[in-house]
């Protein structure tokens, strides 16, 4: 059985691989999910069709992990995340908001993101079964330049 944080690092390595099947393989079939922007948790093949699109919004995304804490299997992960966004931007309700328009995608601006984050995720049996994702998202939609300066 795999510990906890072997978990979290798995998870981690199959995003900056870009790796939808691997991150697959990581979540229990039940798992919930919650990622800023969301209005409610959602299960893991939301999760993963956020993160496709992610790697096509920003193709070099990385999560780099700062520092991690684990009580029992649950474990905090501090994380950078990185990258250019040199793909479209696909605006959920907040991002529309935000704009003040109903358009289902912003064009790329080539700007990077260098956003603080951490995840939580608690493990059961080798699986996730459960992630929280905390980052700005006002702050990454200033940083690829759709709203502010």
Same mark, same amino acid.
């Given at each position: @059985?795999?510990? %906890?944080?072997?978990?979290?690092?798995?998870?981690?390595?199959? *995003?900056?691989?870009?790796?939808?099947?691997?991150?697959?393989?990581?979540?229990?079939?039940?798992?919930? #999910?919650?990622?800023?922007? /969301?209005?409610?948790?959602?299960?893991?093949?939301?999760?993963?069709?956020?993160?496709? @699109?992610?790697?096509?919004?920003? %193709?070099?995304?990385?999560?780099?992990?700062?520092?991690?804490?684990?009580?029992?299997?649950?474990?905090?992960?501090? $994380?950078?995340? #990185?990258?250019?966004?040199?793909?479209?931007? !696909?605006?959920?309700?907040?991002?529309?908001? =935000?704009?003040?328009?109903? !358009?289902?995608?912003? %064009?790329? #601006?080539?700007? %990077?993101?260098?956003?603080?984050?951490?995840? $939580?995720?608690? !493990?059961?049996?080798?699986? $996730?079964?459960?992630?929280?994702?905390? /980052?700005?998202? =006002?702050?990454?939609?200033?940083?690829?330049? $759709? *709203?502010?300066?």
């Amino acid at each position: @059985m795999s510990h %906890p944080t072997d978990v979290t690092q798995r998870v981690i390595d199959a *995003i900056n691989a870009h790796d939808l099947s691997a991150l697959r393989g990581l979540y229990a079939a039940d798992a919930r #999910t919650r990622r800023p922007g /969301w209005p409610q948790d959602a299960d893991a093949d939301y999760l993963l069709a956020s993160y496709e @699109m992610d790697f096509a919004c920003v %193709p070099d995304i990385r999560f780099e992990p700062l520092l991690s804490t684990t009580e029992g299997a649950r474990i905090v992960t501090e $994380v950078r995340i #990185t990258g250019t966004n040199t793909g479209p931007t !696909v605006l959920g309700d907040f991002g529309k908001a =935000l704009l003040g328009r109903d !358009v289902e995608a912003v %064009p790329p #601006t080539g700007r %990077p993101i260098d956003l603080p984050g951490a995840v $939580v995720h608690e !493990v059961s049996d080798g699986k $996730v079964v459960a992630e929280r994702q905390y /980052w700005g998202l =006002l702050e990454f939609l200033v940083q690829i330049g $759709v *709203i502010g300066s």
